[in-house]
């Protein structure tokens, strides 16, 4: 098997916190790995074929030394995945709290530390198992957490199918290789215009990843919407709460915890998705359509 190129190997680069002079630094490296592999394949007529595979990937995270998770991922935005992560658990609470993440594929490590190093023993001792792709798992009372969405947005349904062809119209991994679930941020204007896309081996790692870079660019949720090809789970739910995104589309179906969960938080849930049909779950109000 051959990985594809793409891996930057770039040393880490310094962003700031703000726009003060004396504004804090975050040291932070882009150790994108190859989003494929080449292997060698027999068709159903028995001739060999050269066929692209996504890459997968182990990278633990140590947040101040301490090991937190090893998280499986294909690796196309592996900071903007830990950050996101470490802030949907309630690990980190602000981004000025970060010092440094560092990934370094050699040793499949990502050291993130901070300003003031303090072991998160006490959150990870209550631990969820959740329905995420394999096994995920939230720390914390997180369902305690959540406070509902409180949005007077509304979503066009001509606005809703310009996002989902923009999103069809995308070159991504699944057209080459299959077997990624893909996350998307779009404006909530007539236009949708994209703005972050993101593909994983599993819909949380990219959930997780579009909210380290909303948390990098200070974006909020409000007027967004989210996309995911994945189905929409209580986990999935909670973190469109912890953006602060209103309407959140799927590609696929939903769970019953799913469905109460965003009644009573206040995120429309829009299933079955595809351009010019879809299933609307939770706050329907919230769609609106030009009379015929």
Sequence with gaps: MTETPGVDTDAPIEIPLGDAPD?????ITRARRP???TAQVLDHEGLPREVEVPGEHALTVYLDKHEVVTLMT?????????????RNQGLVASLTDLKSVHVDWSTGACAVTTHSPRPPLERMAKRTITTGCGQGTMFGNWLDELRPIASEATLPVATLDTALGRILALDTIYKR???VHGCALLHNTPEAPLL?????VGRH????AI???MWL???????????????????MVMKAVQMGVPFLVSRSGLTQMALTLAEEMGVTLICRARVGRHLVYTHPHRITRIPE
């Excluded at 790692?205 to 997780?208: F, M, Q, R, S, Y």
Aim: charged letters at 20%; aromatic letters at 10%.
């Design 23 to 27: 504004a804090p630094r975050l040291s």
């Design 35 to 37: 989003a494929t592999a």
């Design 74 to 86: 294909l690796g196309q935005a592996p900071e903007a995945l830990i950050m996101g992560y470490l």
């Design 177 to 179: 290789s299959g077997s």
């Design 196 to 200: 972050y896309h993101v593909e994983d």
């Design 205 to 208: 790692n990219a959930v997780d």
């Design 211 to 213: 909210t380290g870079f």
């Design 217 to 235: 660019d200070e974006e909020t949720g409000a007027d967004k919407l989210f996309y995911t090809t994945g189905r929409l789970t209580s986990e």
